[in-house]
């Protein structure tokens, strides 16, 4: 089975600072990674995904997280945040084939003016 | 705009209830996925359909049961609420499984006092 580990569970950073959450996966075969944001009161929205090919996968928003198999980690990285960035930031894994996706517990971004 | 709609967007239920959610899934996509998301966690895997059977069921008792219909639009029933079925409940649809993306509603808001 497999499992998804969001280290920090909240991350305070200024505006304009840049910014890394972190993912931490565990499987036994091969996945596929993404990671879907979340503002107040809304669903899920796509920000990027990892499938093969380049490790280092950009988004939307200015995102990009990379794929790093010996670590099984997949940061979100962003050079300059802003406050319409303040959301909920979920790190998923799905195995290839018909399974569902499996989420973290999510990463609380907050940015400060 | 990802097309995923859901009804009603809150609710409250009594203990002892039942509850049906509705999820019109995006057009041309066949699959839809049911997630329980609790206040401060990640989505949790209910459920999901694939052209009409269920393909796929997380850890969750059998009072949540769901269908979907020729149209690809799908319901999640939940008989005897629990308190602790209090929760964001999310839809997702995507064509097949696994790498392909899945686009979410906005989720049903359920309160269950």
């Known amino acids: 089975a497999q499992s998804v580990t969001q280290l920090d569970s909240q991350v305070p950073v200024f505006e304009e600072a840049p910014v890394e959450l972190r993912c931490n996966y565990s499987?036994?075969?091969?996945?596929?990674l993404f990671w879907y944001v979340q503002y107040p009161n809304q669903g899920l929205q796509l920000l990027l995904k990892?499938?093969?090919?380049?490790?280092l996968v950009k988004g939307i928003n200015g995102f990009e997280a990379e794929f790093n198999k010996s670590q099984t980690s997949f940061h979100l990285r962003k050079p300059s945040v802003h406050i319409s960035d303040t959301a909920e930031y979920f790190c998923?894994?799905?195995?290839?084939?018909?399974?569902?996706?499996?989420f973290g517990k999510g990463t609380r971004l907050s940015v400060i003016a | 705009e990802t097309g995923v709609t859901q009804s009603p967007t809150h609710l409250i239920k009594t203990r002892g209830q039942q509850v049906t959610l509705r999820c019109s899934s995006q057009?041309?996509?066949?699959?839809v996925s049911w997630y329980q998301q609790a206040l401060g966690q990640g989505p949790q895997f209910i459920f999901q359909?694939?052209?009409?059977?269920?393909?796929g069921r997380g850890n969750f008792p059998p009072r949540f049961s769901g269908l979907q219909f020729p149209n690809y639009s799908s319901e999640l029933n939940v008989n005897a609420l629990e308190l602790d079925d209090s929760a964001l409940y999310l839809c997702?649809?995507?064509?097949?499984?696994?790498?392909?993306?899945?686009?979410f509603g906005q989720g049903t808001r359920l309160t269950v006092v």
């Open positions: 997702a649809s995507s064509w097949a499984t696994g790498g392909t993306e899945a686009f």
């Open positions: 499987s036994s075969v091969s996945v596929y």
């Open positions: 990892y499938l093969s090919g380049s490790t």
């Open positions: 998923a894994v799905v195995r290839s084939g018909n399974t569902p996706l499996v």
């Open positions: 057009s041309g996509h066949n699959t």
């Open positions: 359909y694939y052209r009409e059977e269920e393909n």
